[in-house]
Each structure stands twice: as C-alpha cells, then as structure tokens.
C-alpha cells in the first residue's frame, strides 16, 4: 500500500521515521512565514517565497473537537480541531489527535505527528498531519 | 454633488424551509412587495442588484423576468454571508453618484441542509476535515473565552436573550424561548458550541427600493460600507472570525464600521438599536467590540451590564438575530435592514425599540466580507 501527502508541498515526508516536517513559505523581503506554502507572500505580495521546514513542538492556542464529518470529509469522527503555535512564529490550523476537549487546555504543549486520514481509490493511505498533546496531564 | 438616499419601499418574506417553494419564487415575492410599497413597477427602476451565494446562474434575471421587469442592469452579487450588504451598496452608489433614480435591491437563499459545503475550501482541506464552519466559530469562542471574560453562561445567555426577542417576531423561523441551562444542555456541537448557540443555515428574501432622499420623513441610508480581509490574512481558515491565526488588529467588522462610522458622521454611542451578526453566541459577543460598542476585551461586561437587552441601552438583534430568524445568506443582511427600517418608521409591532432614530446593521463572513449599513430617520 502506498503512502501519499494529502497535498504536495505541505509535509516533508509521509514515514514517521522520516523525521517528517510541515513546510511553510518564509517571504524572501519581509521574512513572515505562511502556510501552505505560497509562490507569492500573502502579505506583502513579493514573488519567490522560500519554502522552510517548521519545527515540530509548539503550544496548543484554541482548540474544539468535531463530532459530525463536514461536507468532502473522508476520515473519521470524532476528531480534536484547532489552532498550534510554533516557535518560528506562525500559528497552524490542524487536527489535534486528542478527541475529548476535557484533556486539552490553551497553552499545553504539543507535537507534530503524522496522521492516516483515509484510503483513496487507488487503496493508497492518504497521510496527513495532526498535533498530538506533548505532556501527561 | 452626492446625494442622500433613503428606502423607499421594502418587502420581506418569512425565513424557514419552505420545500414546495423555488428560490426564485421567494424573491419574486419579496420584490413584489417591496416595488408595490414604494410605488415602482416595470421602468420605472434603472438597476437592480441580487445579493445570493448558492442560487446559481442569472439568479436575480430570473426573479425579474417572472415579474416582467428585465432590461435594465442586472448584477448578481456574492460575498459570502454579506452578500445582500454587498448589493445594497451597490445601489446605494448607483443613487448617490445621479445615475439612477430608483433602484431594486434584493436578496434570497435556499441554503442546502447541513453544515454549509462550501467551495471556499481546496477539495484535499475537505477530505481531511479542515473545513468545519462550526468548529471555526468555536475556536473563536474559545479565544474570547480565554482574552474577553466569556463563559459558558455568557454564551448561554446570549441566545436565551436572541430566541426571547424572536419570539415576537412573525418573520422568524424559531419562535420558541429557551432557558440558560436548556441551551447548555443541547447536544454538543463543537465544544464550547452547543446547537441552541449556533443559527441554522435556511430560506428567504428581502427587498428594498431605494431613492433619492427629498422627504423629512425619510429613512435614510447614511453609510453602507464593506470591508474584506487585509493581506495575509490568509483566505481559507480563520477569515470568517478573524484573530485565530493572525492577531494584528483591525478585524474587517472594525475597519466597515469605521469606514461607517465616519461616512454617517457619527460614532456608536449615537446608535439607539443594532441587529448583527449573530451566526453563533461567541460571534455576537465578539461584535460588540468589533463594531466598537464597547473597548476591546469587555464584550462580556458590555453584555453583563445589560445594555444588548430588548429595553437596555443599546438593544442588539431585537429582531431575534440569526439565532432565531435562521441564516438565508444573500437574504440576511437586507432583512437586518428591512427590521431596521420597521423601527425607525415605529413599525415594528410587538418588539418596537422606543424612539428609535439611528440603526446599524451588521454582517461578516467568508472573505471575511464585513458589511456595515447605518440606517437614520
């Protein structure tokens, strides 16, 4: 079975022992990162973003969890949903592997992992990412 | 010289789900009464403008030519859930700058079951779940709940005040009042959202004919402005809320209501009533301080203190709000201008707001399109 990115460019690798990374655009003139990475930054307009891997731990800044699938959604429910902060300076929106809100709290520390979200029809595992709490608390 | 321009006639049609009735249907109708107030019929109008996200091809061509009206300009307009906020200044422009003397704008939707399916997200942001509506509103929550004081009560108490005043609005499709622990206690949607404290996505139209002001007694469009997001603020994720991904303010609801603010000549302690929008309870509350009604973090002592209430000092969603009247998005924001109108004119029986003179209505959503329109009388 093959292993593919939900979306090229977006994940460094698609094999946990790969050291996989999310990648971001970082803008060659006013050096703010954005993601998915761009060829035009979204905030200053300037052609030729450079595209860089981001680390993986950061803080977890809002989170909720999804109970019902959304419309063109192929993975399972419930899922946590939400918003991580990384220390190169951008916030990410993500799944977060946590399922019950009760475990989670704004600023918990919390790590990249890499998440199978579905087979194609081609039976290939589409890998996608997610933020998995970094703590036992 | 730019003229003044003033409402001259409006026509509105119940929200809910209507299944026997086309879209098209529901805005000839709401036309049909908005042309017959204001005494208009066919040329007698130089443009019409249809605010309408899922109507599809020449929707608003189609509502004129079931009424024999087609030839003049026609314009379909889609910005998200500001979309009859788009159109009405559109028409607006096209009264203030001469160029027309009477315009039609209207407003419809027959929104699919469900959570909104919307082609604002890439197919893969689909199939992985990223494209919750819900979820986003509750991760604004969350920060408001983390920066504003909000609790869960707060948001609570925000629908048990909107599904109040819906009550007494015949144009709503909820009609029935709730209790703090009621709404608690419905089933968890997106935590902290639970289903009482989310609007349903349904049915409806609104008109307004619009003209050159020239009466004392008119009621006046004194701004109409719309804002989208700023650069950067990067299209797909957290444009409908604002604030999740990116903090720097001004948010697009800040920047229309400066922008009508100073168009109108005046500030929000002039505003005697305000209906916005209120797609979830958070979403109300973060208005607050977006529209500048309080400074900014106070949403939750601006509500505390009672003022958004029906006989508080600046009552908000009289009207029931979202909450209570459900969301047809091209038809929303013309329908906050239709009650508006109502309530200048002292016309808006069982929830009239006394000695109602200055009113703001308020809509936001994707592209983070902000539409702010200050109606005086």
Known sequence: VARIPLKDGVLSAVDAAADARLLAGRCTACARLHFPPTPVCPYCSTKGCATVRLGTDGTLYVYTAVTKAPPGYRGKVPYGFGVV????????????????????????????????????????????????????? | VSRSVA??????????????????????????????AAGVGAGDFQAAFCGTVYSGVAAGHRVLSSLGMTGVPIVNVEAGCASGGAALRLGVQAIRSGECDSVVVFGMEKMPRGVIDSSFFEPWQKEAGLNPAPAFFALRARKLMHESGVTREHLARVSVKNHENGVHNPYAMFRKPFTIEEVLASPMVCDPLTLYMLCSPNEGAAAIVLRPADRAADVVVAAASLRSHLPGRVLGEHTPLSGTTVDEPPSPTELAARDAYEAAGIGPEDLDLVELQDTDCGRELLSYEELLLCPPGECAAFFDSGAPARNGRLPVNVSGGLLSKGEPLGASALAQVVEMYWQLRGEASGRQVEEARVGLCHTVGRGANASVIILRR
Do not use: C, H, K, Y
Request: net charge negative; glycine share 10%; charged share 25%.
């Open chain 1, 85 to 137: 902060e990384l220390p190169d300076g951008i916030r990410i929106v993500t799944r977060l592997t946590e399922t019950s809100t009760d475990r989670l709290r704004v600023g918990m520390s919390v790590r990249l992992v890499l998440e199978d979200i579905f087979q194609n029809e081609a039976g290939d595992t589409v890998v996608g990412w997610a933020f998995a709490p970094a703590e036992s608390s």
């Open chain 2, 7 to 36: 409402i001259a006639g409006v026509g509105l049609r119940p929200f809910g789900r209507f299944e026997e009735t086309s879209v098209v249907e529901m805005g000839r109708e709401a036309v049909a009464i908005a042309l017959e």
